[in-house]
T-cell receptor, first 114, second 116 residues
Framework: AQSVTQLDSHVSVSEGTPVLLRCNYS??????LFWYVQHPNKGLQLLLK??????LVKGINGFEAEFKKSETSFHLTKPSAHMSDAAEYFC????????????FGRGTSLIVHP | NAGVMQNPRHLVRRRGQEARLRCSPM?????VYWYRQLPEEGLKFMVY????????ESGMPKERFSAEFPKEGPSILRIQQVVRGDSAAYFC??????????????FGPGTRLTVT
């Protein structure tokens, strides 16, 4: 069965410093992986997705993620945090075995200090 | 192109009442998913529907919960005889197709249900 683990429930950074949100997945089949962002009292917005093409995926708002099969990881990074990046981030895995129903991680809350 | 619409945004019900949550998918999308989000948790899949068909309801409680997506009109998630534990945010998502893991979902703003 597919699963996803977000290794940090909270990450705190200063504005202008790099962001790293960690995600490990488990999948028996070639997975698709996604990162979504959720701002307070809003729905989820897709940041980026990996679908077996390039392993380094660029998304919106300067975010990118690298698919590392050997490490079963899909960490989300951004070179320089902005105050508007403060939000909840969800790593999501989807594969054939799971009937394409996405499995969500528990989320990482990104806090950005001025 | 309007995004996924959900209404109401906030719903307060007393224990034992019924809650009806509505979701209109994005134009051109015929696949709808419902999720529940409890505080400090990720989204839990409830049910996946196409027009007039329930494809997968493995995440939905067997009692009191039902969902439909009629040929015309929005998808409806119905919770009968609500209890305090039903208090959560309910999100609807839509996508263009099924059978490919690569298709991303587009989410609505959610309905926040509070049971008093």
């Amino acid at each position: 069965a597919q699963s996803v683990t977000q290794l940090d429930s909270h990450v705190s950074v200063s504005e202008g410093t790099p962001v790293l949100l960690r995600c490990n997945y488990s999948s028996s089949y070639s997975p698709s992986l996604f990162w979504y962002v959720q701002h307070p009292n809003k729905g989820l917005q897709l940041l980026l997705k990996y679908t077996s093409a390039a392993t380094l995926v660029k998304g919106i708002n300067g975010f990118e993620a690298e698919f590392k099969k050997s490490e079963t990881s899909f960490h989300l990074t951004k070179p320089s945090a902005h105050m508007s990046d403060a939000a909840e981030y969800f790593c999501v895995v989807s594969d054939l075995r799971g009937s394409y129903i996405p499995t969500f991680g528990r989320g990482t809350s990104l806090i950005v200090h001025p | 192109n309007a995004g996924v619409m959900q209404n109401p945004r906030h719903l307060v019900r007393r224990r034992g009442q019924e809650a009806r949550l509505r979701c209109s998918p994005m134009k051109g999308h015929s696949h709808v998913y419902w999720y529940r989000q409890l505080p400090e948790e990720g989204l839990k899949f409830m049910v996946y529907l196409q027009k007039e068909n329930i494809i997968d309801e493995s995440g939905m409680p067997k009692e009191r919960f039902s969902a439909e997506f009629p040929k015309e009109g929005p998808s409806i998630l119905r919770i009968q005889q609500v209890v305090r534990g039903d208090s959560a945010a309910y999100f609807c998502a839509s996508s263009t197709a099924y059978g490919r893991a690569t298709y991303e979902q587009y989410f609505g703003p959610g309905t926040r249900l509070t049971v008093t």
